[in-house]
C-alpha cells in the first residue's frame, strides 16, 4: 500500500532531516517496521508452535520491556509516516506494556497505523484508549486453546468498538470444521485468512476446500520462488529487533544498520531476495512480482486486503 499526500515528511529519516536530494529517502512515503523485541513466551501450547507454554524468566521480561519503551521513544521522537506491525514471538498482549505502547502509539499523527499479531486471549476493552482509527489486530484462532464461544465474544467486542481486524486459522485437517464455522460465525465484513500448515501438502481438493474459506489461500498454500526478485524488504519495509539492529526482513539476517545510531538510513535500497523461497506472508506480501501491496491496500500490516471494509 502507498499512503498519498504524506511524502513531504518522508525525507525525516532520524532526529535530523536527510538532505532532500536523497532521491531514495523522498521516494519513501511510508515506512512499513516489523518489530520484535526478546519476548518469547506463549499463554498456549498449539502443537505446532515451538514457543508452546514457553515461560521467559524475570530478567528477560524486564530486557523486553526495556527495549520496546526505547523503541517507542525512537518512533514518538521521528516523524517519520509508518506503519508497525509488532510479531512477538511469544503472545504480546498479556504484557502491559506491550497495551500501554500500541495505545501510546496510536496517538501519533505520524503513524498510518500500529498492529500486532495476537491469538485474542487477552481481554480487549483496553482499546478504548486508543486511537481506534489507527489500531488493528492480526489475530489468529486456536481452536485446541480456547472455546469458540470465547474467541467470537472477544471479536464481537472489536467489531463493536470499531477496531479493525482479521482472523486466522492454521490449515491443519483437523480444523477444517472450525474454520468453517469460524468463517460462517464472523461478519462478512471480517477478513478470515488461511495459512497453510508447516509440512502439509494439500490435494487439488483440500486446496480448494480452504480456498472456500480463504480466497487468498493460493497465496500461502506454497511457497513462492524469490531468489533474485525484486522486494520492498530493504527498501520501504525493514525488521528491527529489540536492540535496534535492522534487517531487511525476518527471514534474512543480515543487518543493514541500527535504529539507534542513524545507520540503517544508509542501508535502505531497492533488493532483490537472497533466499530461495518466501512462505510466510510476512515476508512474501513485500515481494514486487507478486503484487499483493495492491490486493492489501489499505490494510497492509493487519492483513486486510482492500476488498474488506
Not at 224 to 248: K, N, W
Not at 250 to 269: C, Q, T, V
Request: net charge positive.
Amino acid at each position: 500500500m502507498t499512503v498519498r499526500g504524506r511524502g513531504s515528511e518522508a525525507v525525516r529519516l532520524g532526529t535530523a532531516v536527510a538532505p532532500p536530494a536523497d532521491a531514495r529517502h523522498e521516494a519513501i512515503e511510508v515506512l512499513t517496521i516489523l518489530y520484535r523485541g526478546p519476548l518469547a513466551s506463549c499463554n498456549y501450547d498449539c502443537a505446532y508452535c515451538p514457543f508452546a507454554k514457553r515461560r521467559d524468566p524475570p530478567a528477560l521480561l524486564r530486557a523486553d520491556r526495556a527495549a520496546l519503551s526505547r523503541f517507542v521513544d525512537w518512533v514518538e521522537e521521528n516523524r517519520i509516516p509508518m506503519r508497525i506491525l509488532f510479531t512477538p514471538w511469544g503472545e504480546g498482549l498479556t504484557r502491559r506494556w506491550y497495551r500501554d505502547a500500541i495505545v501510546r502509539m496510536s496517538h501519533l499523527p505520524h503513524l498510518d497505523r500500529v498492529a500486532i499479531q495476537t491469538n485474542l486471549a487477552a481481554r480487549v476493552g483496553w482499546l478504548a484508549a486508543a486511537d481506534r482509527t489507527r489500531v488493528a489486530l492480526w489475530t489468529t484462532f486456536h481452536p485446541t486453546q480456547i472455546s469458540m464461544e470465547r474467541f467470537l465474544a472477544r471479536c464481537g467486542e472489536l467489531s463493536d468498538s470499531g477496531v479493525r481486524y482479521s482472523v486466522g486459522v492454521v490449515g491443519l485437517p483437523a480444523q477444517l470444521a472450525d474454520a468453517r464455522a469460524l468463517r460462517a460465525a464472523l461478519p462478512k465484513d471480517v477478513y478470515v485468512w488461511i495459512n497453510a500448515a508447516d509440512g502439509h501438502t494439500y490435494s487439488p481438493a483440500e486446496e480448494r476446500e480452504w480456498t472456500a474459506i480463504d480466497p487468498l489461500f493460493g497465496h500461502s498454500v506454497r511457497p513462492h520462488i524469490s531468489l533474485g526478485r525484486p522486494c520492498f524488504a530493504g527498501e520501504d519495509a525493514i525488521s528491527v529487533r529489540g536492540d535496534g539492529t535492522v534487517r531487511r526482513c525476518h527471514f534474512i539476517d543480515e543487518p543493514i544498520g541500527n535504529l539507534y545510531d542513524g545507520s540503517w538510513r544508509a542501508g535502505l535500497k531497492p533488493r532483490t531476495c537472497v533466499n530461495a523461497t518466501c512462505d510466510c506472508h510476512i515476508g512474501y506480501v513485500h515481494l514486487k512480482p507478486l503484487g499483493l501491496r495492491d490486493v492489501f491496500a489499505g490494510g497492509l500490516i493487519e492483513r486486510i486486503p482492500a476488498a474488506f471494509p
